[in-house]
């Protein structure tokens, strides 16, 4: 009995501390400086608290979703970095639509300027190509909202939308600012285009790939297949307003020219190193080419032109190239929103990283970022009927001797 007794206000005591520890637990506030910090991180409950007070004292109302969107958004932003997003679940799910070959939009390939976005690609038979639409234009309105300071994909969730539905747009010409308001329709993104074109007695193929999706490779070897059977003996491979897509894909396609070796080295904090050789048997591994380029080409294109470019393979014409040394890692939350967050850089076969200064917002082109040509040309806009940039790349590759 004695010892029951005893045991009796043992655990008792041991009830009342663990009971009270509870209470503190959910009252923080309550415990000494360095006892609430061992409980609770300061950071997490002053952010807690903040937003809380915003919620009880703000004049409006305002939803738990708009609070939490808000959050997010405000954590991206404060990365000052101009390819990380956070998307909501309506603006994800806009993205999405956009990434697809087909999609509702108007049909232009643009690119981040510092009034809004450059326009590197207008697309045959398009509502933009029907507008009057431009290589070189600036988009700096869409559905009454500014475009300066937004990412790429941001300002395509804007523009994009319902086919049938309408969408006023601003845009600049040298100096000028006019307005349009094209009607959205389903635009067939052809991802490869080819040709075979006669220059100097000679047969080059011709080939155009607008983006790195899924499946980019199958493409653009059937095409370079396609060509060596119909003659071409040498090649002209058009990564002009190409914004990327998947390293995977950059990987396979520059291994339809190189034999071997190195591609392109990825590095991140949180993402294992790992480099990607050339791989399988190569389409075309000795017959002269060259890429063509512009301030659209970003991204996968850059690994593309820059394994080319650092082993010879090929010679590089048009102009410096975006210079995105990043990529990006999509998170998706249990809401249907989306974080897109850069988590690493990758690197050409010679170590190069072509995202010059780094990835600030709102930042004009680095110094020192991009491709630098081999040859540089630009195409002229106002020539509609000649292209200055293909007309070099093919005049430049017509004179060259297999490898």
Known sequence: MSTVRRLIPTVSIVLVVLVGGMWLGGHPQFLPGFARDAVVDDKTDRI???IEKVQDVYYRKITDRQVSDTAIKGIVAGLDDRFSN?????????????????????????????DGLLIVKVYPDSPAKDAGLQIGDVLTTAAGRSLRGLTVKKAASIITGPI??????????????KTITPTRATIKQPLVESKLVREDGKKVGYVSLSQFGPGAHAEVYAALEKLIKQGADRFVFDLRGNGGGLVSEAQLIASAFIRSGPIVTTKGRAVESSTLNATGDPVAPTQPVVVLVNKGTASASEIVAGALQDTKRAEIIGTRTFGKGVFQQIIELPDGSALDITAGQYFTPSGRNVGGKGVTAGSSVNTGAGIAPDVDVEDDPDTKTRDEALDTALSVVAGQSAK
Do not use: C, L, M, N
């Not at 309506?90 to 510092?114: C, H, L, M, N, W």
């Open 164 to 177: 049938g539905t309408t969408v006023k747009i601003a845009y600049r010409r040298k100096g000028k600012t």
């Open 48 to 50: 807690a608290d903040a």
């Open 86 to 114: 956070f998307f909501t679940a309506k603006e994800y799910a806009a993205f999405q639509r956009e990434q697809s070959p087909r999609f509702s939009g108007i049909g232009v390939a643009v690119d981040t300027d510092k």
